[in-house]
């Protein structure tokens, strides 16, 4: 008993020290700081015992290490999550007091804000102002569904006859599977897993294998927050158990809805998976989204929006802009406007002070968008600033690039780069504008800049996209319904639609009343 006592002691000294590689980490951020999954309750590790390192992209330095799990323990946090949803406690459950908890785990996320952000940065790469950014934004979907926890109404409805009544009640659908990316680490869980559990439905997550810690400190803090037993539980895996553990969660018949966030291909998958047992689904997918400045823009705006669209999180948002299609009478002065305000980036680790672009997250990602520049360059693409990478700074640097002359044939034309490079098209009207952003079969976001009216609600109408920046190059919030249609996804998150992919309506008839 001794013997393990001190050895889990000195397991956990290894890891606070291995945590100062996290510079500046206070007490209360090393506390955030785990190195288990949890599961009904419980800090557990892989029952094979193996672990995995995560490893922070500025500079390859290991962070910490979190358990590589299979599907045997990803079916313990199944049942863990099976068993709370039909526990008394959990199903009885009020709005209200759902409502309660979730408020408490906002309260603890608020107070954590910098050690959440440290985390996040150290093992994403992000800059630090990105990161307190997006501590701002998931832990307003916890507040959001806080309150939406109360409002999910039912209905009556006027019967065809009259001893008729009708109801329609909302109900939770059961264990929600939900698997996230690593480019928005908080944010991606926070989404789902406030709006299920606000629904009243318990949650299985499965991070992404780069960025497990900052889920783990979320999970730590809605531990801190008094969940009950099994209602929240979260499982890390590496990526080569993630497809398993993805199958798993698609086809045991005690998962009732899986919510994913990642690439449109693994979405594919997961569809394909779930459809065997009938489950829901929600798909919150790639984008390839056009960004249009149109004559009669305000040019500075324009640039503004560009370099919010394109350089948050170093290009690697779902929503950033992709294609830029630049109207041929403003097309030379954007694009000088433009290259001073990408030259005057600042570059580096994002824990650094004032650093505005961090490495990309693995070496895959780096790869990617090395291949897509040159195959740009191969096919006629101009390079007008960037368009390398730069080992200066580190392994998985890649320059804020601009390329010109995009044509169709061309990767970063047709794929999402995911990176910092600001691919443009110049063109001459409005009709061809529209058929080029429309040309793909992605339609998360698309943004555009007009002072014309008339164009404003026309292209509004007609671009083929979930969400549209008009004059705005930033729009997420929580309040707004985040989707895409095409094969960019299906269903809403954040908004008052959030909850939909959680609840089942239950129709009720009242027959031969006096
Ligand atoms: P990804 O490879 O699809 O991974 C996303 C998540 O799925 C990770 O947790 C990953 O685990 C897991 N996964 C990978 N293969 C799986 C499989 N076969 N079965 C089940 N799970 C599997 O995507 P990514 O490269 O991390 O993220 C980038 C993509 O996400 C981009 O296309 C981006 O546009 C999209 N995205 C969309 C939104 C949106 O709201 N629409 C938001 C953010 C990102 P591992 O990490 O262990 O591989």
């Known amino acids: 008993m001794y013997l393990i006592m001190s050895l889990n002691l000195l397991q956990r000294t290894l890891y606070v020290t291995r945590s100062k590689s996290i510079s500046n980490l206070s007490c209360r951020g090393v506390h955030l700081l785990q190195n288990k999954a949890f599961i009904n309750g419980k800090w557990v590790g892989a029952h094979t015992g193996e672990t995995f390192d995560v490893t922070n992209p500025a500079n390859e330095a290991v962070v910490g290490n979190v358990p590589d799990m299979y599907v045997k323990d990803a079916c313990k946090a199944i049942d863990a999550a099976h068993s709370a949803f039909y526990n008394e406690r959990w199903h009885n459950s009020t709005a209200k007091e759902r409502s309660a908890l979730l408020k408490k785990w906002f309260q603890l996320m608020e107070t954590n804000r910098q050690e959440i952000a440290q985390i996040m940065t150290a093992e994403s790469g992000k800059p630090m102002v990105e990161s307190l950014g997006e501590v701002t934004y998931g832990n307003s979907f916890v507040e959001w569904f806080a309150e939406e926890a109360r409002r999910i109404y039912g209905e009556i409805v006027p019967p065809p006859q009259a001893n008729r009544q009708i109801m329609l009640t909302r109900h939770p659908v059961g264990v929600a599977g939900l698997i996230t990316p690593w480019n ?6 926070t989404r789902k897993a406030a709006a299920a559990i606000a629904a009243g439905c318990t949650v299985v997550i499965k991070p992404a294998e780069d960025t497990p810690l900052t889920a783990l400190a979320l999970t730590k803090l809605a531990e801190d927050a008094g ?5 929240f539980n979260i499982i890390t895996s590496s990526r080569k158990n993630a497809a398993t553990i993805g199958e798993l969660l698609c086809k045991s018949e005690k998962v009732a809805a899986i919510s994913f ?4 291909e693994v979405g594919k998958l997961l569809y394909q998976q779930c459809a065997g047992g009938i489950k829901r689904i929600g798909l919150e997918l790639g984008g390839n989204a056009p960004f249009i400045v149109f004559n ?3 040019i500075d705006k324009a640039v503004t929006g560009a370099m919010n669209s394109k350089f948050r999180n170093c290009g690697q948002t779902c929503v950033s802009a992709n294609r830029f299609l630049i109207q041929d009478g403003i097309h030379d002065e954007f694009i ?18 004032g650093v505005q672009i961090g490495p990309l997250i693995n070496q895959a990602q780096i790869k990617k968008v090395s291949q897509f520049v040159d195959d740009a360059i191969e096919k006629g693409g101009k390079i007008i600033h960037g368009g390398q990478r730069l080992s200066k700074h580190g392994q998985l640097y890649y320059e804020p690039t601009i390329v010109t002359c995009l044509r169709d044939d061309m990767r970063l034309y047709n794929e999402e780069v995911f990176g910092p490079v600001i691919s443009v098209i110049r063109f001459k009207t409005e009709e061809e504008a529209l058929m080029i952003a429309n040309g793909t079969q992605r339609g998360l976001a698309g943004y555009f800049y007009s002072n014309d009216l008339n164009q404003v609600f026309r292209v509004s109408k007609l671009l083929e996209a979930g969400m549209i920046g008009v004059n ?3 729009i997420s919030a929580t309040e707004a319904a985040f989707g895409g249609i095409k094969e960019s996804g299906i269903g809403r998150e954040g908004s008052k ?7 089942y309506i239950k129709y009720l008839c009242y027959g ?3």
């Open 497 to 503: 639609h959030g909850i939909d992919d959680y609840v």
């Open 336 to 353: 000088a406007k433009l290259l001073e305000k990408v030259k005057a980036l600042k570059i580096g680790d994002g824990s650094r002070d």
């Open 261 to 264: 966030t990642g690439s449109t």
């Open 472 to 474: 705005e190059g930033l």
């Open 512 to 514: 031969n009343l006096q």
């Open 184 to 189: 928005f680490p908080h944010a991606m869980i």
């Open 227 to 231: 969940f009950p037993e099994g209602v």
């Open 296 to 298: 009669s823009a305000d």
